[in-house]
């Protein structure tokens, strides 16, 4: 038998297995610099100027303009309208108040009658607690004619940016 095969094999072992090693080096070294850059970004809390903004996209998007039959006039369905939250909150903070605000029928999307829920208060002082390295909540105490003493607590995820996880009141 003819060992001419052994010269490609450590052709092969020195020259392209380092290529490929030093090619993994590179793209851990450039996921960690990811990973670092995401975290830096997640460590950087919102300001109020964020918080503020994202709320009141929320609440614009979440009170559309009817005609007389309360009917929506930009959306046919939830879905629809739902997707148009998603630079600042997840499905899953949109979805109770969608289902709770509107119904859908075979001519269209309805806003419901009734109260609008209480609002955040731009003006007023709030506290906010960092509860992951991605994570906060915002807890703000008020008061109005309509509900009396109230509680908003929200939660915010950053994933690339900012938004809202959930809204409770108390």
Aim: negative net charge; glycine residues 2%; charged residues 25%.
């Amino acid at each position: 038998m003819s060992r001419t095969w052994i010269p490609t094999l450590l052709f092969f072992i020195f020259f392209f297995l380092p290529i490929n090693v030093f090619a993994g080096w590179q793209s851990a070294e450039n996921a960690q610099a990811t990973i670092s850059s995401r975290t830096e970004q997640a460590d950087a809390l919102p300001t109020k100027k964020e918080i503020i903004s994202q709320m009141d996209t929320f609440m614009e998007l979440l009170i559309q303009k009817t005609d007389d039959n309360g009917r929506v006039l930009q959306f046919r369905n939830k879905a629809d309208l739902q997707n148009q939250f998603s630079e600042v909150a997840t499905k899953k903070a949109v979805k109770p108040f969608l289902d709770q605000l509107y119904r859908e029928d075979m001519d269209g999307l309805y806003l419901n009658a009734m109260e609008m829920p209480p609002a955040f208060e731009n003006n007023a002082d709030y506290d906010m607690l960092k509860l992951t390295s991605n994570s906060i909540r915002v807890i703000q105490h008020n008061r109005s004619d309509f509900y009396n003493q109230y509680t908003i607590k929200i939660d915010f995820v950053h994933d690339g940016k900012w938004k809202i996880a959930a809204i409770r009141y108390e």
